[in-house]
């Protein structure tokens, strides 16, 4: 089989497990525990990465565009473009590929491993859906925690914006906030939400996907959680393209 | 739940019979004889044929299980013994063939209508298969938590397989907690809950020490005799072959299970050995003509030489 057509069958494969897991969400059991578990595993193990990842952003944001704004006499804008910059772009993107090298190794070697000590057959002889049982609570964690991710990373980042801005540059703190609400539009916090929603699908598809068909005992294991922290970090730099593109023309954000 | 109800071929029939089973029993015997549902197989494999890529792994399988029978499939690695167990159990879907279940043509099952005949089912995995993150109680009651059954019952439940496997001081461990014989145990006790009537054994004593293994016979035994419970034993070791094909297990007069060994007098007709090869069967039949086969191949895997 050549690399397009094992590719456009990894596609296919992994597009009908998300739609298997989202078919299936509303049946009997619901499996709501698992994903209270999974929520606090994937959102709250997170916090701490997120708000390290968001803050260090929206301060290096100021740090290096601050002179350049100087140069042009705009350096009053800085709060603007830290804070569309973050909102935008670099907060669903960063915050997603954390999650990504965080959350998708985790569950691909998980799911892996339970794969190669033959846990999913028995829990398939014991009359119980792996995908129901073990791909939607993590599917559904995803979706719900990855969005809110993404806004404390997008707030910590403009504070972390602020820190530097107002601490080390002659930026008054009204100024710079004042800049940050001029600069942010109701579309550009939907763009970020329907960014973040589309890369928790990712993350969560891709890494169940390669968990669930690991094979080859524990070397299969570490090649599983390789492949799905790789795939799903390349697939939301490129899917973040053409959804920042769909944006533009959907809701109207500037182009040009 | 427990009987005396042993299938026995009497040699000598009357004496036999009236020596090692109860009136009671007897009767009951006679109303299974009776019973045509008894007739149809419990599993029954038609031509079955599996290829994975070009390596044929079962080539038109044929065999049944009758209802209160125990299976014992023996081969050597890569024969195509687990893989059957798969099949049946809806894991694995055939090239072609047809496989039945209580007569019930699952072939072509989806994943949901198998989820309702695995209800039924019960399958012991090699390495016990227990889910890590749980407990012992937890996985013996995982069935039944899917079902939410109120949890009085299921701790009722939970003891009482526990019980039946001499575990009952396991109940609050985590797997890795246990040796391999227990992990194997609550395996054990974690497919027998919700009483099924078909159980599979995927090589349960592979790596065990021979105690060990034989308290999983025991338990095979007891399945089959006093749960009326059809079987699939697939395993490489002929320790284990002696020890189902030889021995009966009855409760004596003070209701204690007792395993008695068939001796000169009787034969156990409710356990037969398939033995496959390359994916075929190269022998059908009971222990005993199994050791008197000349087959160069059988004889090297029964004696080792």
Not at chain 1, 42 to 49: A, D, K
Not at chain 1, 186 to 197: A, L, N
Not at chain 2, 152 to 175: H, Y
Not at chain 2, 227 to 232: K, L
Request: with cysteine; glycine share 10%; net charge negative.
């Amino acid at each position: 089989m050549n690399f397009a057509l094992s590719a456009l069958l990894e596609v296919q494969e992994t597009t009908l497990l998300a739609a298997r897991a989202a078919r299936r969400l509303f049946r009997r059991p619901t499996y709501i525990p698992e994903m209270i578990t999974q929520m606090d595993v994937i959102g709250v193990g997170s916090l701490t990465i997120i708000l390290l990842t968001g803050f260090f952003t929206g301060g290096v944001l100021a740090l290096q565009t601050y002179p350049t704004l100087k140069y042009y006499g705009a350096q009053d804008q800085t709060g603007r473009l830290v804070a569309t910059a973050l909102v935008r772009e670099l907060g669903p993107v960063l915050t997603g590929l954390m999650v990504a090298g965080r959350v998708a190794s985790a569950i691909a070697a998980e799911l892996g491993s339970m794969v190669v000590s033959q846990q999913i057959d028995a829990m398939r002889a014991l009359g119980t859906d792996p995908v129901r049982k073990l791909v939607a609570p993590r599917l559904i964690a995803l979706v719900v925690t990855l969005p809110l991710l993404t806004l404390i990373a997008d707030s910590v980042g403009i504070g972390g914006g602020w820190v530097v801005s107002t601490q080390f540059f002659d930026i008054a703190s009204g100024s710079f906030m004042a800049a940050v609400w001029a600069g942010l539009s109701t579309e550009d916090i939907v763009g970020g939400f329907v960014k973040s929603t589309a890369f928790a699908l990712i993350i969560a598809t891709v890494a169940c996907r390669q968990g669930l068909k690991t094979e080859g005992g524990t070397v299969g294991v570490g090649r599983s959680t390789t492949t799905a922290v790789v795939s799903s970090s390349i697939l939301i730099i490129v899917a973040d393209y053409f959804i920042t593109r769909g944006l533009q023309i959907i809701l109207g954000l500037p182009a040009a | 739940m427990a009987s005396t109800d042993v299938d026995v071929q009497g040699l000598d029939a009357t004496e036999g019979v009236d020596r090692q089973v109860s009136d009671a029993a007897a009767d009951s015997t006679f109303a299974e004889v009776d019973d045509r549902e008894r007739s149809i197989p419990a599993i029954e494999f038609r031509d079955v044929t599996l290829s994975f890529d070009d390596r044929v792994v079962l080539d038109g399988l044929s065999f049944t299980v009758q209802k209160g029978e125990t299976k014992i499939i023996l081969g050597g690695s890569g024969g195509g013994k687990s893989t059957t167990i798969k099949l049946l159990l809806g894991l694995l879907k055939p090239d072609s063939g047809r496989i039945f279940v209580d007569g019930e043509d699952i072939t072509d099952y989806t994943e949901a209508e198998m989820m309702s005949v695995r209800k039924n089912m019960g399958m012991i995995f090699q390495e016990g298969a227990l889910f890590d993150s749980l407990s012992v109680y937890d996985n013996v009651a995982y069935r039944l938590h899917e079902q939410e059954v109120p949890e009085e019952e299921v701790e009722q439940e939970v003891r009482r397989m526990l019980s039946f496997v001499n575990l009952e001081d396991a109940i609050d461990k985590m797997p890795i907690e246990l040796s391999g014989g227990m992990r194997r145990r609550v395996g054990i006790a974690r497919a027998l809950v919700g009483g099924p009537k078909i159980v599979m054994f995927d090589e349960p004593t592979a790596g065990l020490d021979p105690p060990t293994a034989r308290t999983i016979c025991e338990l095979a035994i007891k399945l089959r005799d006093l749960e009326d419970v059809s079987s699939i034993f697939v395993t490489h070791e002929m320790n284990n072959v002696h020890y189902i094909t030889s021995e009966y297990a009855v409760v004596n007069e003070a209701g204690e299970i007792v395993f008695e060994n068939e001796g000169e007098r009787l034969c156990l007709v409710n356990t037969k050995v398939l033995m496959l090869r390359d994916g075929g069967i190269i022998f059908e039949g009971t222990d005993e003509a199994l050791r008197k086969s000349e087959d160069a191949y059988i004889s090297r895997f029964i004696r080792g030489y």
